[in-house]
């Protein structure tokens, strides 16, 4: 068996603090916004990276979560730069997260993760299923020529075109469609139960808009795993370039544990378990072993 | 602060291998380092210990490789790592330029496998001593060498004999008797013994009827077996003549002060390097401070300085006031 070498990767701009909360609010059912005050990661972070957040002197739960960065906001009177994510209310962490007020403190670490390259595209469709729209925000504003980010300020050549398609398990869940419509994203909208938007998948979404526009296209994707398979061979039957953002549970985000790995092809054949902290989370689809 | 850090001497000595400060990070928990640099400052540690390397790559076991317990990780990795070959070529030129001791953790399937990795490594500069990891829980079809003295004393026995490196020997706390492997360690040249890598554990999921790790059973770590661990160390302190170095569940200053009395020379910091990246140089920095505390001026000082005369519960002399201040 010949094996690659694992990653190269440091996080080349990780700091560590304990940042205070500045916002916790709820913006959908059992969905978050958590805005936190930390300067130097707000600089650096682009879209597609992540933070990992750990309560501040709480050993339960133990271990720190990863959260994707979903907007910087910059200095106020109140406070100054801090970085936005969102989350959905599921287990041990996001519930105690999600009691957490004003003024209280979490321990944060970031940015990791490569983020998506600044590849351009005429039409960029952004396919997102449930709480895996949270990336998108910025990645839009940046193909929008909106907001850049990054230290130094990267720069993204505009995008004719950025199209959302968007699944939910039910109305109630979708969260940030007014600031994806305020932008400007050309919004595509499914649920499972037809509560609104298309009563399917956001697959049927994403063959609709390919077929019915014309521009050379780029497709960006992040949700539960048979979703990205789905939108994955989507892409390679028609050839489009297609990129994945993984959310392989992980238990430090930085590259010592080897907990996050997932099966990446290798360029000899075969395959081999890479980190998906330090090597992704996003990943170019046809290297991954669905 | 009225305590100037630099009157306090924190270097350590661990037979052969001298260290700068007792703070390590422990293999499996600190990458190649490299992850680390930038958001640790390596200078400040006593050493680092790179993940385990073996003679051949191995993938790893399949996900999931660690799940959360109360106050705890469990963990199968698996020992997923690039073989010996890749690790001189790709990693050992950057740790090797570490500015902090270097540690290489190896771990054979066999005797002569062991033997042969070691060889192969003292070829090399920058490293300045060896782990031999005999304790890891995660590889099957590999001898289980820290759980029969015999075998885990012919072993360090011969690679003593086969390389100049000092030896640092890391035992499983999963035997019965945890001593009587130290002695036969200690009594074969070994330069230290760590203690303790994981313990053997599971957790399932009632529902799905299964187990939640890719590999069944894990290895606990973190601070649900610090207990486990500073026993491991006081017990084996004891029983050898030679330093310990204490590994489980350190996440603070107080924690290490802990392993300290109890009995090791040395830490090592694994599972809080997760969920907490700068520890390590946090409780270097916090050292001085915990030393002059208690009077000490170097680290002897504080090593198995446990007095076990009465218990704090009946201790009304003043020495107990420090801790009964609560
Ligand atoms: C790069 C990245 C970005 C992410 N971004 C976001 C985001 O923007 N918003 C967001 O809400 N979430 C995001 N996540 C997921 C997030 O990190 C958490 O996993 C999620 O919030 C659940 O945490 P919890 O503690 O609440 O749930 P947990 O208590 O951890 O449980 C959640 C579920 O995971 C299962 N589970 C438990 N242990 C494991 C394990 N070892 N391996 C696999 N599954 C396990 C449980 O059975 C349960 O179904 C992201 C993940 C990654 C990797
Ligand atoms: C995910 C994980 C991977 C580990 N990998 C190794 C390894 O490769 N070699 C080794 O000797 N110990 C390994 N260990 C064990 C640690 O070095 C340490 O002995 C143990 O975790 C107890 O210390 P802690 O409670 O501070 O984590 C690993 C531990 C964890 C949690």
């Known amino acids: ?290 | 602060m009225n305590a100037r850090p630099n009157s306090v001497d924190l270097s350590v000595q661990l037979g052969r291998l001298q260290l700068p400060n007792p703070i390590l990070v422990a293999s499996g928990t600190f990458g190649y380092a490299r992850e680390m640099e930038h958001i640790v400052d390596l200078s400040r540690l006593g050493g680092v210990i790179p993940k385990t390397i073996t003679r051949e790559p191995r993938q790893g076991n399949s996900p999931w490789r660690t799940v959360e317990t109360t106050g705890g990780l469990l963990n199968s990795i698996g020992l997923d790592n690039d073989g010996l070959d890749a690790f001189v070529e790709h990693h050992l030129p950057y740790l090797a330029d570490m500015p902090c001791p270097l540690i290489v953790s190896v771990a054979g399937r066999t005797h002569d496998e062991f033997v042969s990795m070691v060889t192969i490594l003292e070829k090399f500069s920058g490293i300045d001593a060896i782990e031999l990891n005999v304790s890891c829980p995660n590889v099957s079809h590999g001898i289980d060498f820290a759980s029969d003295a015999e075998m885990c004393g012919r072993l360090i026995s011969d690679i003593r004999h086969a390389c100049s490196f000092p030896i640092l020997a890391k035992l499983t706390p999963n035997v019965t008797n945890i001593s009587k492997i130290a002695e036969a360690a200690a009594a074969a040249g070994a330069d230290a013994i760590c203690v303790i890598n994981t313990l053997l554990g599971m957790v399932v999921n009632w529902r799905m009827r299964r187990p939640m790790l890719g590999n069944g059973m894990g290895g606990l770590s973190g601070p649900a077996i610090k207990p486990v661990a500073l026993r491991c160390v006081y017990q084996v302190a004891k029983a050898v003549d030679i330093p310990v170095v204490g590994i489980g569940g350190i996440a603070s200053i107080d924690d290490a002060m802990e392993f300290f009395v109890a009995g090791a020379t040395a830490v090592q910091i694994g599972t809080a390097n997760y969920y907490d990246p700068t520890v390590s140089v946090k409780i270097v920095e916090a050292l001085p401070d915990a030393l002059q505390e208690v009077g000490a001026k170097k680290m002897q000082e504080v090593v198995g300085s446990l007095r076990l005369e009465g218990s704090l519960g009946d201790a009304r002399d003043s020495s107990a006031t420090m801790l009964a201040d609560g």
């Open chain 1, 1 to 290: 068996m010949t094996k690659s070498l694992h990653a190269e990767f440091h996080a080349d701009d990780a700091t560590q603090i304990t940042a205070k909360v500045l916002l916790n609010e709820q913006i959908a059912r059992e969905t978050f916004r958590l805005r936190i005050e930390c300067p130097k990661i707000a600089h650096a972070i682009l879209p597609g990276q992540f933070v990992m957040i750990r309560l501040s002197n709480h050993d339960d739960p133990l271990i720190g979560r990863p959260l994707a960065l979903y907007e910087t906001v910059v200095e106020t009177k109140e406070a100054g730069p801090a970085i936005e994510v969102v989350y959905l209310v599921k287990g041990k962490f996001t519930s105690r997260l999600a009691e957490l007020t004003q003024d209280q403190f979490v321990d944060v670490w970031g940015p990791l993760g490569n983020g998506f390259l600044p590849e351009p595209t005429d039409h960029l469709v952004m396919v997102a299923g449930g709480i895996g729209y949270t990336p998108f925000l910025a990645l839009a504003q940046e193909y929008l020529n909106h907001k850049q980010y990054g230290k130094p300020l990267r720069n993204v050549s505009k995008s004719q075109k950025v199209t959302l398609c968007y699944g939910a398990r039910s109305a109630e869940y979708f969260a940030g469609i007014k600031a994806f419509n305020h932008l400007g994203v050309d919004l595509h909208l499914s649920t499972d139960d037809g509560t609104r938007g298309h009563h399917g998948l956001v697959t049927d979404l994403l063959q609709n808009v390919l077929r019915e526009t014309s521009l050379p296209h780029r497709i960006v994707c992040c949700g539960p795993e048979p979703m990205m398979k789905a939108v994955a061979e989507i892409a390679q039957e028609r050839e489009i370039s297609c990129q994945v953002s993984l959310e392989t549970p992980m238990a430090c985000g930085i590259g010592i544990c080897f907990t996050c790995v997932t099966k990446v092809q290798e360029d000899g054949g075969g395959w081999d378990y890479k980190r998906t902290c330090v090597e992704g989370p996003v990943f170019d689809a046809p290297q991954i072993v669905w």
